[in-house]
Nanobody
Framework: QVQLVESGGGLVQPGGSLRLSCAASGSIFSIYAMGWYRQFPGKQRELVATITSGGSTNYADSVKGRFTISRDNAKNTVYLQMNSLKPEDTDVYYC???????????????WGQGTLVTVSS
């Protein structure tokens, strides 16, 4: 199986920055698109940003110009650099990845356990 482990969440003041990391481990043959989603308790999970294995990116309108997604394919790791943070960015952030454990094996959609980001003064 494939596991995703996130790190980097925490408390930050409005206007501040945080960098989230998510590393994939386990029986990895290939990692495809990776991304970040966020969810406030009682609300739907929403897309923040995604990045393909080739580096193409997609962002939610609410974070464009403030957040940057990147990845290190050699380390099977995706990052989310968050700048100019706002109180409304407060959420649990989840890492997501598509993966295969072997050639011809089924496509897996894997989620991390989530990391809390709190933007408050």
């Amino acid at each position: 199986q494939v596991q995703l482990v996130e790190s980097g969440g925490g408390l930050v003041q409005p206007g501040g920055s945080l960098r989230l990391s998510c590393a994939a481990s386990g029986s990895i043959f290939s990692i495809y698109a990776m991304g970040w989603y966020r969810q406030f308790p009682g609300k739907q999970r929403e897309l923040v940003a995604t990045i393909t294995s080739g580096g193409s990116t997609n962002y939610a309108d609410s974070v464009k110009g403030r957040f940057t997604i990147s990845r290190d394919n050699a380390k099977n790791t995706v990052y989310l650099q968050m700048n100019s943070l706002k109180p409304e960015d407060t959420d649990v952030y989840y890492c997501n990845a598509g993966a295969r454990t072997a050639p011809g094996a089924g496509y897996l959609e894997v989620w991390g356990q989530g990391t809390l980001v709190t933007v408050s003064s």
